[in-house]
């Protein structure tokens, strides 16, 4: 799976043209007619501005952000596309996941069989979250950089360019419903702004059960060949005038500027492919020191911590039904990067990334030599790069430790956070008394929302094992003030002190109390509480790190990527990844994963039969699913060759926040939704690799065949555009 999680992800530098393939690049839709002509000759057939149009309708409209509230206005985690003209929205099902899961009970399990709106009457409202569309973006780099002088430090390079950025800003979303934000391209040597329109009504329409949704599991994900059918529907809703609104029963179904015609001709070897989507993050542009502070410090730091949380929460799952829906959403976001880290050193070492990248910077050095100016401005920014991985290695894995085990390790460190600026209101109740009232009213609900998917013994389990990890892993000025208690007064024993003092004493261990509290909120009682004092304590901690980086790293980093950019001018760059939406464009393809070894570019429902096993939740097949198997009824969505196809691979570039992009056609008819990469090129965040680098896809007929055959859900095919020729 490549959803966008909210986590550390690595990169490094790539470019395109002339000596790389089409298919590699992340392309900004404003300057995509730099491309059209490669793009021509692979199939496309349509025009730049029928991709990206600020003054009519285009491809871009029908291309969402799926986005939660709670992680502000531009919390992106995944793409999705609108296919009818009442704003139903297709995207992957582990993107819908955690909305499937929040509506799911023991009685009412949406993960385990599935959920069919047959009456728009029947769709399900999700509270929080949002989905956002581009409606312009401009390079904005000489407005940005007008009064930004070379003699400059970075932090007096950035609070310009941030002050800049805030007034074109507030310029581009001045008297309407927007919001917009500057971003930096190129390690910040351009800026983009982009305005965006978001709504705020979304509601569930159909997923399948997990079996199909999330066939194969663990197992299989990121791994080819693959039998996932991994989508999840939602509808738009806006205010009868058009408008982003919260949710209300009188809001309408959004009327969308465009939305994507499904084509049923299903894909073979060779055909042109496109995808459009909200690609996380990447970093090409990484130099060989910060891959190798990758592949030895932060990556088995994370995958330890990771391996330990889901084995706890594994054991749990596996003996209460209950508690497997509590924690389905959370088991799933921490296993999809904990297996591709694995898969990311495993490609580093494999490909020779390090190697690779040493012999582009032995090139540029030796380019800068060659001028006195060069040499000048450039000479100095990798040895200043490598001195800054060196001396960062310990505080490098304190970070990641800080992040994994305390951020996201037991949740009871965490969700006292919530009540850290009440804490301050309530120092003067009387001045604060209308905001405080209302702040309880927030965090009652957030109380509500937390506890409904908390266990106290999963979580006490958690705190134990990652606590005494990081205990052991990390040297005194890197612990929590707890941390050395427990060390000092309990020898270092968390359990003692989780079952004496923080899982027997802390309010936050039980729904009641919390509310109880709320009801008579005080600010003495807070703060003696055990839990709120432990987040406290991991805030401090955090800050004591340091949010940015030295201003002598920021720009050394930005002077190499600029210097690689000078030294390489006839060839054509792409920014790394940064949650702005990106085209990236390539073939349906087979492959060669190593000696011997051969992948054809697609998969059948054959195959799912073939790797059923009834003992195995994550390789269960429906009943159904199996009926219409074996009478072969496949309907319309049969391939010309008389079996039903169920995912395809493709040669685009893409990565994490691509889960759910439209995949095109040369037309721009919806072919099938992106939702993986493949194990032989987990390392491709760092660096593209041509030959063995595939999006692995969901074939639309397959998520039509299970909407109508499966699901009986005529009433949503009936609102869609099926082209057949």
Request: aromatic share 12%.
């Amino acid at each position: 799976m490549i959803k966008r999680s909210l986590l550390l992800v690595t990169f490094v530098f790539a470019v395109l043209l002339q000596t790389v393939k089409a298919d590699e690049g992340m392309w900004l839709l404003s300057l995509i007619g730099k491309n059209y002509e490669q793009m021509k000759a692979e199939g496309f057939k349509l025009t730049p501005e029928d991709i990206y149009s600020v003054n009519h309708s285009s491809l871009k409209d029908a291309v969402g952000a799926l986005g939660n509230a709670e992680y502000g206005k531009f919390g992106f985690f995944c793409s999705s596309e609108i296919i009818s003209p009442k704003g139903l929205v297709l995207t992957n099902h582990h993107c819908g996941y955690e909305a499937i899961q929040s509506k799911s009970t023991v009685d009412h399990d949406y993960l385990k069989d599935g959920f069919w709106a047959y009456k728009m009457e029947d769709e399900i409202p999700i509270e929080g979250m949002t989905i956002s569309y581009l409606v312009r973006m401009e390079d904005v780099t000489s407005k940005v950089l007008a009064n930004v002088k070379e003699d400059m430090t970075e932090s007096e390079r950035d609070a310009e360019i941030q002050k800049v950025s805030q007034k074109l800003v507030k310029e581009a979303t001045k008297g309407t419903d927007y919001i917009a934000h500057v971003k930096k391209m190129f390690d910040g040597n351009q800026y983009f702004l982009f305005v965006y329109i978001t709504y705020k009504d979304i509601r569930l329409v159909g997923a399948p059960p997990s079996s199909i949704g999330k066939f194969g599991g663990d197992t299989d994900n990121w791994m080819w060949p693959r039998h996932t059918g991994d989508f999840s529907m939602f509808r738009i809703y806006t205010a009868p005038d058009g408008k982003p609104a919260t949710y209300s029963k009188d809001n309408v179904p959004l009327k969308p500027k465009h939305y994507f015609p499904i084509s049923l001709k299903g894909v073979k070897k060779n055909d042109f492919a496109m995808i459009m989507g909200y690609p996380g993050s990447t970093e090409r542009y990484l130099t060989s020191f910060g891959v190798k502070q990758a592949l030895e410090v932060t990556n088995p730091a994370t995958i330890a911590i990771r391996d330990k949380k889901l084995s706890i929460m594994r054991k749990y799952m596996n003996a209460d039904h209950a508690i497997k829906i509590k924690y389905a959403a959370k088991y799933a976001q921490t296993s999809n990067y904990w297996k591709y880290f694995i898969g990311q050193n495993k490609g580093i070492k494999r490909l020779h990334v390090i190697e690779k990248k040493q012999e582009l910077e032995k090139k540029l050095m030796e380019w800068a030599s060659q001028n006195p100016d060069r040499k000048k401005k450039y000479g100095w920014v990798l040895d200043t790069i490598a001195s800054f991985y060196e001396k960062n290695k310990e505080k490098d894995l304190a970070r990641t430790y800080l992040y994994e085990a305390l951020f996201q390790g037991a949740e009871i460190m965490m969700f006292p956070l919530k009540f850290y600026q009440f804490d301050k209101l309530l120092a003067n109740k009387e001045l604060n008394k209308a905001i405080i009232d209302e702040q309880t009213k927030k965090l009652k609900e957030e109380v509500e929302k937390f506890y409904k998917d908390y266990d106290v013994n999963v979580d006490k389990d958690i705190f134990v094992a990652l606590g005494e990890m990081y205990l052991k892993t990390l040297p005194d000025q890197y612990q929590p003030k707890v941390f050395k208690t427990i060390k000092k007064k309990y020898k270092g024993n968390f359990r003692k002190y989780a079952d004496k003092v923080l899982y027997k004493k802390s309010m936050f261990i039980d729904k009641a109390k919390v509310l109880a509290f709320l009801e008579n909120p005080d600010s003495k009682k807070l703060e003696k509480d055990p839990a709120f004092q432990i987040a406290e304590d991991i805030i401090k901690l955090y800050f004591g790190f340091g949010g940015q980086k030295p201003d002598i790293f920021r720009k050394a980093r930005r002077l190499f990527v600029d210097g690689l950019m000078k030294m390489q001018k006839d060839k054509l760059f792409y920014p790394d990844a940064n949650s702005t939406i990106r085209l990236t464009y390539g073939t349906v393809q087979d492959y060669y994963p190593r000696d011997a070894v051969h992948y054809n570019y697609f998969t059948t429902l054959k195959g799912i039969m073939e790797k059923e096993d009834p003992n195995n939740p994550e390789f269960e097949v429906p009943a159904k699913l199996k009926e219409l198997y074996q009478k072969k009824d496949y309907g319309q969505y049969a391939d010309a060759d008389g079996t039903m196809h169920v995912c395809f691979l493709t040669t685009n570039d893409i990565t994490g926040g691509n889960s759910g992009s439209p995949v095109l056609n040369g037309k721009g008819e919806l072919i099938g939704t992106a939702f993986d990469g493949n194990w032989e090129a987990m390392s491709g965040d760092i660096a593209f690799e041509p030959e063995l680098q595939r999006t692995i896809v969901a074939d639309i007929r397959y998520i039509l065949f299970v909407i109508d055959k499966f699901a009986g859900a005529k009433n949503l095919i009936n609102e869609m555009t099926l082209v057949k020729e």
